[in-house]
């Protein structure tokens, strides 16, 4: 996810794994939904809720181990405040550069089975889905570096409940 980074992309956790995956795991592991297998996509039933360890809940391979450290070490400690613009800023950036990983993957697989239906229109959509979120990748990116406070972030509390999500939206508006 950073340009001209020559370093292997680390799973990086959306969420700080010493932190908010500590605070909802059972023994060190989690359930979340997965693909069964990547190169498996094509069959009827994909997707799988799987015990999975800690180390790899909601994480996906995005940045090399020295930008992940350096750019989030501001939401890697224990005690975050989510009110706080720049922590707002930094967990909304992950989950961005996550949903283009995501978009990429697919990308991938429609390289994979190019006989797939609809492949075309997926196309299309995976393609203009990876130039939207990049374009908001570069606002991001100014954002962080000069802070204007041009973005605006709803948070809002719920009592404990011990599961945890993280992503990204786009969406169309209706005419």
């Known amino acids: 996810m950073c340009p001209y980074c020559t370093g292997t992309a680390i799973n990086s956790h959306l969420l700080q794994q010493h932190g908010i995956l500590d605070i909802v795991a059972e023994n060190g592991h989690l359930y979340e939904m997965r693909f069964e297998d990547f190169y498996k996509w094509h069959t009827n039933d994909p997707m799988k809720v799987k015990r999975i360890g800690i180390q790899q809940a909601i994480s996906f391979p995005l940045f090399c181990n020295k930008h992940d450290t350096e750019l ?9 405040d989510f ?3 720049t922590s707002q800023l930094l967990f909304s950036y992950r989950g961005l550069c996550s949903e283009i990983r995501k978009k990429q ?6 390289e994979i089975w190019p006989d797939c239906a609809l492949k075309e229109e997926s196309e299309l959509g995976t393609n203009a889905g990876i130039k939207d979120l990049e374009y908001f990748k570069y606002l991001f990116e ?8 041009k973005f605006t972030f709803l948070h809002i509390s719920y009592p404990f409940m011990p599961i945890y999500a993280s992503g990204t939206v786009s969406f ?3 005419d």
């Open 83 to 85: 009110d706080d613009y």
């Open 72 to 80: 989030f070490a501001p939401i890697e400690c224990n005690s975050i």
């Open 142 to 149: 100014d954002e962080l570096s000069t802070p204007k406070h």
């Open 172 to 174: 169309e508006p209706v």
């Open 105 to 110: 993957f697919v990308q991938i697989r429609s």
